[in-house]
């Protein structure tokens, strides 16, 4: 995302990696790990341009540090995927696993597509302050570091909150007819600025402000409804 001429642009793939220094603790912090490219009919739909819009939005007027190793005089770098969290009785799903954590940007946003069978007691995201142990199970947190508890419930809820000052943390998937499969289908957009060369951000190695070479796209990220 380009500040100075509010545009967005579809970068080259790169893969996605999240160290324990950037708040991350799991068995595969540190790893390169590739997610399938989104089509271009997904960066054409109305309805992601205008969440990125809304994000941009909301970011550009809300003051932030940059993440250690990052550089605050480089464009935004955002990274986008969508998961379903599936849960049957054999299988607990669980949207974050790794319990208390940071997701290593300046901003989280992640919006809800839709759900099946999902208990009303599910999927629970819990905000904590600074003070907060990162790498602990949610049950194992100290109340009073508590934020804020919040729900996706319903299409396009959506929650946004500032990365790096905060840390996060969300609840299994429980089944309502456990008989039947739920799931949960999410979209999580992550945003930071672009690494500073020589900075030892993790993916500094691999950050580029190249467009796609062959699956390319632009938008603007202004809107006469945002202003």
């Known amino acids: ?13 790169e893969p996605f990696v ?9 068995h595969d912090a540190g790893l390169y790990r590739f997610f399938g490219e989104a089509q271009d009919w997904v960066m054409q739909n109305t309805t992601l341009q205008a969440l990125m819009r809304f994000k941009y939005f909301m970011m550009k007027d809300t003051p932030s540090l940059p993440r ?30 790794e319990g208390i954590h940071q997701d290593g940007v300046e901003f989280t946003m992640t919006t809800m597509f839709n759900s099946n069978n ?13 003070n907060q142990e990162i790498g602990v199970q949610h049950h194992e947190a100290d109340p009073n570091n508590i934020i804020e508890a919040v729900q996706h419930l319903n299409y396009l809820d959506t929650l946004l909150f500032v990365d790096n000052e905060l840390s996060h943390s969300v609840t299994p998937v429980y089944q309502n007819n456990p008989r ?35 699956l390319p796209a632009a938008f603007s990220t202004g809107s006469k409804f945002l202003s």
Request: charged share 30%; with cysteine; aromatic share 10%.
């Open 118 to 130: 999902m208990r009303k007691d599910s999927a629970v995201s819990t905000l904590y302050n600074l």
């Open 18 to 26: 999240l160290t324990a220094k950037e708040g991350f603790k799991r």
């Open 68 to 97: 250690p190793g990052c550089d605050s005089q480089r464009n935004w770098n955002t990274c986008g995927f969508f998961l379903r969290t599936r849960t049957t009785a054999d299988l607990l799903g669980e949207p974050a696993a």
């Open 180 to 214: 039947v499969e739920a799931n949960r289908d999410m979209g999580v957009f992550f945003t930071r600025r672009m690494a500073k060369k020589g900075g030892g951000f993790s993916a500094e190695p691999f950050d580029s402000e190249s467009s796609h070479p062959t």
């Open 1 to 13: 995302m380009d500040q100075s001429k509010n545009i967005a642009w579809r970068l080259r793939r």
